[in-house]
């Protein structure tokens, strides 16, 4: 068995609802965890959109994925990288978000953040360091 | 073909899962476990309550690797293991759990 | 003829809305729905031009589309009226047809 572990990035560049492609990223990520990659997910443009809390869909009848977001950490991913530039120009900061956490069961399941806020700079700079990069 | 329990019908797709999550009852796994020839203990309905449980929370059913990790945290460190699970599950306990809970079928799940 | 324009386009990712206002005449009425609602918000990049449509059209956002969003109505600008399906329902008998900026 190989045992090559390739740095997989998810670039989420959608608003949710208006289209299908944050729900289909978020379930591409949790099949692809089955497979013990080194993944990130990032939020750039509208994508910061999707984890946006408080999110109600009764009104428009359709089904409210964003609690699942919330499960992310029990899939091991622990990276998620939030543009700040991305934020401010929509209005919002971290603030507005979800708090997002991954339990460390190296450290007595304690609960560790999972988003962290980057420049666009910093962004770029993850993105030229993945191998793979996976865009929705 | 819908299932039968307690006099009502549930519609079902061609896997045997429930159409729609609300409609499950306990019944639901009763009849599904017997035609399956399965006994429910107390230990299976411990891992079909989880699962209902975490699909409360997250609107997901949890993968096998997942659900695992998550029974052993719960129930002890001797539970959290595919042994104990395919034991109870011999179906698979995703597949086979996540039915009897009414649940989809897990994301991911072939 | 009274027009309402509705728009469901991010005014980030596509500029759909751009068209729409550069489009409708004074007066008419324009609808942000779906991923239009977020041109509605306060504090984004394009707050100031959605500011100065209000100069002559009258905007409207469809509150559902905000709640679901997870955008409660203290982050619409002031001006924009937020209305459910049935005001939807009457802005479009109100007027004489509807045109979609999609």
Known sequence: ?136 | MPIEVNGKSFETDEEGYLANINDWEPGVAEVMSKEDDLELTDEHWDIINYLREYYEEYQIAPAVRVLTKAVGKKFGKDKGNSKYLYGLFPYGPAKQACRYAGLPKPTGCV | MSTLHTVNKSPFEKTSLDACLAHATAGSNVLLIEDGVYAATKGTAVEQRVKQALDSVKLYVLGPDLVARGLSDDRVIDGISVVDYAGFVDLAAENDKVQAWL
């Open chain 1, 1 to 136: 068995m190989s045992e090559t572990i390739k740095q997989f990035l998810y670039l989420n560049r959608k608003a949710p609802y208006g289209t299908i492609y944050a729900w289909e990223s978020l379930e591409v990520v949790l099949i692809g965890a089955a497979f013990d990659q080194d993944v990130s997910l990032a939020f750039v443009d509208d994508g910061v959109y999707q984890l946006t809390k408080g999110q109600d869909t009764a009104g428009i009848g359709m089904k409210n994925f964003s609690p699942t977001y919330a499960a992310l950490g029990d899939y091991e991913v622990k990276k998620i990288f939030v543009e700040k530039e991305s934020l401010e120009e929509r209005g919002l900061s971290l603030d507005d978000l979800q708090h997002l956490v991954w339990e460390d069961e190296d450290d007595d399941y304690a609960e560790k953040d999972s988003i962290k806020l980057v420049s666009r700079d910093e962004m770029a700079a993850i993105m030229d360091g993945a191998d793979v990069v996976f865009s929705f």
